[in-house]
DNA sequence: GTGAGTTTGTGCAAACGTTCACAAACGCCT
DNA sequence: AGGCGTTTGTGAACGTTTGCACAAACTCAC
């Protein structure tokens, strides 16, 4: 472990950082949280590496080693008490106190993201909606009034909101992050297609779902060319045969 | 490269299958392909890869090697060919005839998906929307009828389905991908947050909007924990006082 | 044709991430 | 108290990914 750890006597009381988590642990991190949640509601009070890294689809070792760097407590013989673990997690990824967020772009995805109820039940709080086209501002969505981009730094002060969503148009998302950004938003969950750029000290995290579809794409693709070839032993060398859309058939 | 590339003289010829693409690089390709249709559009016919790495958004070196992998035809002192770019990564892509997707659980989110422009423009037609709630089906939305589920097997043959997206609870996430597997579907897109087990030979992959949400509020954390801290500089030890909420501030 | 300038493709080394495999630590039973 | 079965935490090996740096290959001007 990077630093020395020693007991938490009453409640959290370190509120260390952790300088040098590996990014990919990180990113699981949440997995484990969702599967601790979801056992905790099952009755368990403790799971072992194989109980939990099955939960969250993960190899034990793996789970193991990334539960290591953040000092964790499990016990040799037992596992990991469930209730410990998740309030450690939820130290580390700072969702001790609920954040709120913004949501820029109430459109067809926007309006979605609005009404998911995903976020609320883990860790966070739509606390306000921007749109830019006059004909949205003032809908109300989910007991919230889609307010004008131009009031951005008022609310997030206000708010106190240092995360942000943008679900525009790829076309105004570079606009709006630069005017998240001047309002004092420091990440950015983007959904347009498009690259942002961002001063340093700003995170971005994209989502494109066609870019998703598109690595499936590419495995499926591969997978017809090669489920045509009924066994994979032999000289490991197949003849291909051109057909009329440029696919692959083994003959 | 990974296997000999010739030439792709009359149209595209070869069906080459690329076995060991690095997964990193295939992830990124679509990512590629979206910088060089807004390339293409915005009038440029050869792009070097500094260039079209800016417009991706990494760095170049990166860019060279992953097109390397595919054996790509750029010219040295000039960059590459757009339109032959694009073309070649379709092709990997196995993008070269538009894939027949069906949408599963049309709910908050499912209902946003189902009416997202980005697929169609990207490579996918949403071919069909199911759900199992009765008061859904016949539902039209974007000229689809939604249908019962129980329909799954008997759609998916005819259009030739072999991609699905979930989004419907987690609940009966599982259930659902089942069915899919059952159907014939060797690919699916998981927007439910839990974890789906599936036959080999079936790829998924999983979008978690509180997830990505989360990976951000570590950040935040982090940031706010050593933006109070001034002076990286000195012994690199630093007092902490920790505070009602758990939070660390730098003394 | 030749030289200057540009840009690709790649060998190599370092950084990062994953997996194995096992010693140390624990609970439990007798 | 001691032995046994279980499970964690981690050193070490391995594989993957990144980034540098440069030779080879190309265009263009003259």
Excluded: W
């Excluded at 990334?66 to 309030?87: E, F, K, M, N, P």
């Amino acid at each position: 472990m990077s630093q020395q750890r020693n007991g938490q006597a009453a409640g959290v009381s370190d509120g260390g950082v952790f300088p040098d988590l590996p990014e990919a642990t990180v990113a699981r991190l949440p997995e484990y949280l969702r599967a601790l949640h979801h056992l905790a509601e099952t009755g368990f009070e403790t799971v072992s590496s194989e109980g939990l890294a099955a939960a969250a689809g993960v190899n034990s070792a793996k789970l193991r080693k990334d539960l290591s760097h953040l000092g964790s407590y499990g016990t040799r013989g037992v596992g990991y008490d469930v209730a410990l673990l998740i309030a450690q997690i939820e130290h580390v990824l700072g969702l001790t106190q609920r954040r709120a967020v913004a949501l820029v772009g109430v459109g067809n995805l926007g309006h979605a993201l609005a009404g998911y109820g995903g976020f609320s039940t883990r860790g966070f709080r739509i606390a306000a909606l921007f749109d830019a086209d006059p004909d949205r501002i003032g809908e109300r969505i989910n007991g919230l009034v889609v307010k004008d981009i131009a009031r951005l730094p008022e609310v997030v002060a206000a708010e106190a909101i240092s995360i942000a969503l943008i679900a525009t148009p790829a076309h105004a998302a570079q606009l709006v992050a630069d005017q998240l950004v001047a309002a004092g938003v420091t990440s950015i969950l983007n959904f347009a297609p498009c690259v942002l750029s961002v001063p340093d000290g700003v995170d971005v995290r994209k989502v494109d779902l066609a870019i998703e579809l598109q690595i499936l794409s590419f495995h499926e693709h591969r997978k017809s060319a090669l489920t045509t070839l009924p066994a994979p032993a032999g000289n490991g060398r197949m003849k291909i045969r051109p057909t009329l859309n440029g696919e692959a058939l083994a003959t």
